[in-house]
């Protein structure tokens, strides 16, 4: 009689989920030895959530940052289903998805991501705008195509939060509106991006100063109406005219991971080890936004892209170990230093020794994205495109 090859579920195709999947399908697999390996995702598109920006200033098109899954997997051997998880059952092994599909599993990686929590401030989940997905980004994209095309002679962006996201998103859409845009930053902490390298801080000041966006800094959003904002500051309460308001603050895990009968931290998150596993669940593996990770030198890893990426490698690895009786290997972070857009021709980085500002560095983080995106296939196709495009772009300027 012959075995069945385990089966491995994949939960989430973002940073963690979709490396994790590409990565399992090169290692050396002995045949009777090879996994069924599937990866589930809601979404069709896998999204390189770093350059959604670029949409609203269409300087990147849907089909270079958010590719779809069957073709980044065409050929891998990983299987791709369509479908929202629901729920998970770790004794029965199952995952549960809303379209009624029932998946067993033999190793489960848990890579489903964060969400933006919309529920902090009263008026946020109605007249709100999140900024993490594509839908996100289209409904943006919906909002800005209505008001520029109104008669209206300014419109009124309030960005709530002064983290990456919003000092990215400010940037891009002032550029994007010009002088008709009148963007407005409001941030909690009395500075913006709190974490972020001085260098960093620096460069995003001078590009918001640059841009004419207002920095409220020490200041509270009290609640969000449809067309206003009241804002606390020390003490003392302001309405303010808006027509948009996006929201950027905060990450949490969703029910489904919620509802799981795992160690989890005071946010939510769950606590791995350092091989990436479920504490207690050996045959549970997690990465990305949603773990509370500690590597194998004692370093908090951040709720990163980059970290993300680097985990991936590790939880490809630990499962072929796991799955051939090997050691697995525990997780080490390298941090490489942050980038941060600021604009449509600038940006910011820092990292590895190099600290850079300017149109150099809008072209080093780039090239830097392109390096990192899934499959040689599409990192080709994205490639040329950007060659390309500024050729079309001169023939076009002189093409009656
Ligand atoms: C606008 C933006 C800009 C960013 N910029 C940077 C940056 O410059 N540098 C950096 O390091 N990080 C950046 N990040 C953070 C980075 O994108 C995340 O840390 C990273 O994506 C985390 O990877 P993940 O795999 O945990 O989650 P994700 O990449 O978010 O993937 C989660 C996946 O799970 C799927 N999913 C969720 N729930 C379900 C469900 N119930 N059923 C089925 N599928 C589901 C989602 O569709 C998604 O594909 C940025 C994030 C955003 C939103």
């Known amino acids: 009689m012959t075995q069945q090859p385990a089966r491995l579920c994949i939960l989430g195709g973002g940073f963690g989920g979709l490396y994790t999947a590409l990565h399992l399908s090169q290692l050396p697999w002995v045949k009777q030895e090879k996994p069924e390996i599937i990866l589930v995702d809601r979404s069709d598109r896998f999204l390189f959530a770093p350059l959604l920006y670029e949409l609203m200033t269409g300087e990147l098109q849907t089909w270079e940052i958010a590719p779809p899954f069957e073709e980044l997997l065409a050929g891998t051997g990983v299987r791709f289903h369509q479908g929202t998880v629901t729920s998970v059952d770790l004794a ?38 999140p900024f993490r997905s594509i839908t996100d980004a289209y409904r943006l994209e919906e909002r800005l195509r209505v008001l520029e095309e109104s008669e209206a002679e300014k419109i009124r962006v309030a960005i709530v939060g002064a983290g990456y996201s919003g000092v990215e998103l400010a940037c891009k859409l002032a550029d994007r509106l010009g002088a008709r845009g009148r963007i407005r930053l409001i941030e909690q902490a009395d500075q913006i991006l709190r974490t972020s390298p001085d260098f960093n801080r620096e460069a995003a000041t001078k590009a918001l100063e640059a841009r004419g966006i207002w920095v409220d800094l020490d200041t509270g959003v009290e609640t969000i109406a449809a067309d206003t904002l009241d804002l606390s500051y020390k003490g003392n309460v302001d309405t303010i005219p808006v027509d948009l308001v996006l929201w950027t603050v905060g990450t949490r895990v969703s029910d489904v991971i919620n509802a799981l009968p795992l160690k989890q931290n005071a946010r939510g998150q769950i606590v791995v080890t350092p091989t990436l596993q479920a504490v207690d669940y050996p045959e549970v593996f997690s990465l990305g936004d949603l773990v509370d990770c500690q590597d194998a030198e004692g370093q908090q890893v951040p709720a990163t892209a980059q970290a993300a990426f680097q985990q991936a490698e590790y939880v490809g690895w630990n499962l072929w170990a796991s799955l051939t009786d090997r050691p697995l290997l525990p997780f080490r972070y390298q941090h490489l230093g942050e980038m941060m857009a600021l604009g449509t021709d600038n940006a910011t980085l820092t990292g590895l020794g190099f600290k850079l500002d300017g149109p150099f560095a809008y072209v080093a983080r780039r090239l830097a994205y392109l390096y990192r995106m899934p499959t040689l296939e599409h990192q080709v196709r994205v490639g040329l495109n950007w060659i390309a495009q500024p050729l079309r772009d001169a023939i076009g300027a002189i093409d009656p």
């Open 92 to 129: 029965a092994k199952q995952v549960q998805l809303q379209d009624g599909h029932a998946l067993s599993f033999d190793r489960l990686v848990l890579s489903l991501g964060g969400e933006t929590p919309l529920d902090r401030v009263p008026g946020a989940a109605e007249h709100a705008l």
